[in-house]
């Protein structure tokens, strides 16, 4: 399915408005904020935005949002993986964890971010983007220093669902902002670079918490290693939003960083994507008509079922590494690995995808690596320690798939409320495939002495 034919049928807001027999409401108070942009520069020849402008102003938004973007990104996954390391550095032992109580304290998460990701989808389109985004990258990092705090089984379930809550407002955000700022043609690198830096946070989380783990056993802590891992993520991620607040526009016409000639050409320069840069206005028919899309169904469907697996391995490659042979402590620093076997696969099959315009075709090179790898881990003899291994690297190219559609839904879905309906719906999906995952899973036998 080649890209040039969007899978998303949708009617353009302010060109074909829907059949009504009410009054044709005001423009001003339902007109995409592109529109508005606009006004009374409509014979502005400055507004064309030349090949070297183009070029300038694309290095321009790239300096200033990817950063931004592919940080909080990565801080995303590392703090939802966080239990992962914690399940071996002590915390089933402190929290008093018994039987299947690891398992559906990591689907807790998912209950969260399924609970509210659709109001949350209605608030990104409702309220300022960037400022909501921002308020909830703030509060996740704040909710998973709580979870130092736990001492029961209850308190972590309570801490892991409100950690769902506010980071399901991430992922269907920054494919607004993709949507925004980037023609359709430049969209699918885009989300590949920012969606890699999963792995650049599962790097990032194995490293720190494989120094703590280490330097608590040389020098001893004063609190809990696992309390320490929770507590300096957190706090990271609270920064970055207080970072987010400060330095990411609500959209182009409130960049600082341009001018004001700029912000409009930002606007003209996308504005062959027939999308607009913003609408707060729900509208029904566009809510009937993702509902109603096929495409949508088999989006979420493909979503559900890819995600069965992820919640497993996510929420237990930490205790999976261990099985294989390897101390707890090893397996924090073994795991990191599998985080640059994602990044290369999200960004090749991102940059292909764009390159040759069949980002779908292409994104389904990592599935079958992945495939690969869970064959290894399954047929490969108890002791081949390192044959297994190899076979949980490549797993984490399984990805590309999930993040090529994700740009579809960025790139070729026109109406804010369709795009951040059909995006709710697939994200939704993505949710009940993680909290089936870990189901029906037992955990890894570990020695009860092993922990660090």
Not at 416 to 444: D, E, Q
Request: hydrophobic share 45%.
């Amino acid at each position: 399915m080649a890209d040039e034919k969007p899978p998303f049928a949708s009617i353009d807001d302010e060109k074909f408005p829907p059949r009504s027999t009410t009054r044709t409401p005001d423009p001003s108070k339902t007109a995409d904020d592109a529109l508005l942009a606009f006004q009374g520069h409509e014979n502005d020849e400055s507004l064309f935005v030349s090949p070297a402008d183009n070029a300038r102003l694309l290095r321009r938004i790239d300096l200033h949002l990817m950063p931004l973007l592919c940080i909080v990104y990565g801080l995303n996954y590392l703090d939802k993986t966080t239990l992962s390391y914690a399940s071996v550095m002590g915390i089933r032992k402190d929290i008093n964890l018994k039987g299947d109580d690891y398992q559906w304290l990591s689907s807790m998460f998912y209950f969260g971010y399924l609970a509210w990701e659709y109001p949350t989808n209605r608030l990104l389109q409702r309220l300022p983007l960037a400022k909501y985004s921002a308020f909830c990258v703030v509060m996740w990092g704040l909710v998973l220093c709580c979870m130092a705090a736990t001492k029961n089984y209850g308190g972590a379930l309570a801490v892991r669902f409100f950690l769902g809550v506010f980071e399901a407002a991430v992922t269907p955000g920054f494919a607004l902002f993709t949507s925004q700022w980037y023609t359709t043609a430049e969209q699918g690198k885009r989300v590949g670079i920012w969606f890699s830096f999963n792995g650049w946070g599962q790097i990032l989380g194995g490293l720190v918490a494989y120094a703590i783990a280490v330097g608590a056993r040389v020098h001893g802590s004063a609190i809990d290693p696992w309390k320490i891992v929770f507590l300096v993520t957190g706090l990271l991620t609270a920064f970055m939003g207080t970072l987010f607040l400060f330095f990411m526009p609500d959209n182009q016409l409130n960049a600082r960083w341009l001018s004001p000639l700029d912000r409009r050409r930002c606007v003209a320069r996308v504005k062959s994507n027939q999308q607009g840069i913003g609408n707060r206005h729900f509208k029904l028919y566009q809510l009937k008509e993702a509902l109603t899309d096929p495409l949508t169904w088999a989006f979420a469907f493909y979503a559900c079922a890819s995600d069965i697996p992820n919640g497993g391995i996510s929420n237990f490659f930490s205790q999976l590494i261990v099985s294989f042979g390897y101390t707890p402590e090893q397996s924090l620093l073994y795991g990191t690995p599998g985080g640059a076997v994602e990044v290369v696969a999200l960004v090749v099959s991102g940059y292909l995808g764009d390159r040759y315009r069949n980002r779908i075709l292409i994104s389904m090179g990592g599935l079958v690596i992945a495939i690969l790898g869970m064959i290894l881990i399954v047929a490969l003899p108890l002791h081949n320690n390192g044959g297994r291994l190899a076979g949980y690297y490549l797993t984490q190219a399984a990805p590309t798939p999930f993040v090529a559609l994700l740009s579809l839904i960025s790139s070729n879905v026109a109406g804010y409320t369709k795009k951040t309906t059909v995006a709710a719906v697939y994200l939704i999906s993505y949710c009940a495939g993680n909290i089936i995952g870990p189901s029906p899973i037992s955990p890894p036998k570990i020695p009860s002495n092993s922990s660090i």
